[in-house]
């Protein structure tokens, strides 16, 4: 599974994610969340943050573990705060997530109020982590590649294509179009059954250079609730509880969705809509930059950064936007561009193919 | 690798290791240490102690990520406290280690010298663990298989024979030899090429019945170190530093080894005698009671517990036992004693195939 005959692309991966996503410096204390499949990305990582003077722990994640947790806890059990890994949390400076499942439906049939009892009981734990360096990557596994429609090979050459790039150059390019984004208060999307307007008065767009998400490249921002206008067509299809959603088109009147239509899974579309008062809102508006990505593949670590893109989350927004919609939820829909237009108050920022600074 | 088709095996090892080894109850905090290789045992593991209501976290222990840490650490790096596991070990209640190597010699060459300077720096880590309930076992997988020369097939058949027996029956033989061999203050081991002698006053015998080792199945002590006397023929091999050792040979006076010469590995045996003072005197003196292990297979953890036989150790002492011997290491080599007898005092505790409390 490792060792001499390491995938060379793996420990450029694994250098990207030290060096660059992380930045792991002497003296770290590093947790590594892998699981059984991602287990050579992790002697990868290990490897190049102890050159860096820094010291590796390793945890398992396993979706089958958290399955047994779900399928034997009681409520008791399930409110438990995990003290144990919080104060694993409490003591690193930086955590590396590995994702490579053996199955991405191994939890796809549990009780939504006992994942949700869990998650509650684990909230400080995540807000601890958010408040590290982190970074959130994939491995190449065969779950994923099945997931993708892929062979393990060909998912390989989808997952090196999207994360082993110039990140220092993807960074510039996106810290460029912050800049220019945030000269302006509104933000527009224009093409094929769409013309979405709205305000980012106030707002922060987030220049995502690959130091939280690996792929990452995207930038990002919460608009203002109630100003969004319009409707957009989302031609790329994505998941929701396990199910595909499909050729989804929204109507905007004063930030909230007034009409809505899906060519599948229309019924999970209400479903997400009638969550709560934040998911019939957009928590997002971002711009997907990656052109390593060449095709979606149903996971949106990936999806919402294809290059030539922009997507819109109906849910929650994030903070560091300086956005204020609540929801439970989050959930991305995306859309290509390559017959439309995006422009920020008076300035075309991308236009049927080319970013602002390729025109 | 898990879930509907798991070995009923497997569920029945958890719940000796969380009912039996460890006693997990509501609301203890359980670490498993598990490797990509035992990922279905932390799964059993997990359901069962959180069907007791205690809360688990997995760490990966993987050789080749130790060794990606040893290849690529300099001294300082070495040296520096892991401050994450250590806060992650004084959070744990219980601590469950799943041994299943993806290759056992996978740290064959690393430098000593590193291996000491960084198991210098974890040793409080390790202090810790010894304080909580903790237990060691081993999943049965390829590479074990063929350390043991056996197919998987014929070593899970092995593993399984050792662990899956009634514990608490084996824990009331123990105890009662435990009991009757403390009624004496001397120990003999007579047989075939062999009559040694050791005083045991002031010492502790120690009943290991499965709480610490998964699997166990003896009563040690450490013999008071000078009384020492005679001779003693190993006739079951076992590896030090990665080579077989067999057909040992040992001639005590005042304690001190005299004399000494193996079939097989007398260089090794060489060294471990002058690694110091303490490694060329006997720290434990023991009698193995577990007749699921079927045979030997170069793995201590079941080797020393073999029914019908018993074990001495060179070198480190147990504290539990009252013994005082110091030294870097503790060796244990193994004595079928099927023509032979244990006699403590005046009271013969085995002999010629049967413990007292059989004949």
Redesign the interface.
């Known amino acids: 599974?490792?060792?001499a005959d390491m995938d060379p692309r793996i420990e450029e991966h694994a250098r990207i994610l030290v060096d660059w996503s992380t930045e792991v410096a002497?003296?770290d204390?590093?947790?590594v969340r892998?699981t059984?499949e991602s287990?050579d990305l992790?002697?990868?990582v290990?490897?190049?943050a102890?050159?860096k003077?820094?010291?590796?722990?390793?945890?398992?994640q396993?979706d089958?573990?958290s399955?047994?947790?779900f399928?034997?806890?009681?409520d008791?059990?399930l409110q438990?705060v995990?003290?144990?890994?919080?104060?694993?949390a409490?003591?690193?400076d930086v955590v590396i997530s590995l994702a490579a499942p053996?199955n991405t439906r191994a939890l796809a049939n549990v009780d939504p109020r006992k994942m949700m009892l869990a998650s509650k009981a684990t909230q400080e734990i995540a807000d601890i982590v958010l408040k590290k360096r982190w970074c959130v990557t994939v491995h190449p596994c065969r779950a994923l590649a099945q997931q993708a429609n892929m062979s393990l090979e060909e998912y390989q050459d989808f997952v090196y294509s999207a994360t082993l790039i110039d990140w220092a150059a993807e960074s510039k390019n996106l810290y460029l179009m912050k800049e220019h984004l945030e000269r302006h208060t509104e933000i527009r999307y224009v093409g094929p059954e769409t013309d979405l307007y709205a305000s980012t008065e106030g707002r922060v767009w987030v220049a995502s250079d690959g130091k939280h998400n690996m792929p990452s490249g995207e930038v990002f921002t919460a608009p203002v609730e109630d100003s969004v206008e319009g409707k957009i067509y989302f031609d790329i299809p994505f998941m929701f509880g396990g199910r595909v959603i499909k050729d989804v088109r929204l109507t905007f009147e004063k930030g909230l969705v007034v009409d809505y239509s899906a060519g599948q899974g229309e019924e999970s579309l209400k479903r997400i809509l009638e969550i709560d008062e934040g998911s019939s809102r957009l928590g997002e508006m971002a711009i997907g930059t990656n052109r390593g990505i060449k095709k979606y593949t149903l996971n949106m670590l990936f999806d919402e950064k294809i290059g030539d893109t922009v997507h819109c989350a109906l849910g929650r927004a994030y903070e560091e936007c300086n956005g204020r919609n609540e929801s439970a939820v989050h959930v991305d829909m995306i859309k290509t561009m390559h017959e439309g237009e995006v422009i920020a108050g008076d300035e075309v920022i991308y236009s049927h193919g080319k970013y602002f600074f390729e025109m």
């Open positions: 599974m490792a060792g002497r003296g204390m590093v947790l892998a059984p287990h992790a002697v990868a290990t490897r190049r102890t050159e003077g820094a010291l590796v722990m390793v945890t398992m396993s089958e573990v399955r047994a947790f399928d034997a806890a009681d008791e059990t438990m995990p003290r144990h890994a919080r104060a694993l409490d003591s690193v053996l």
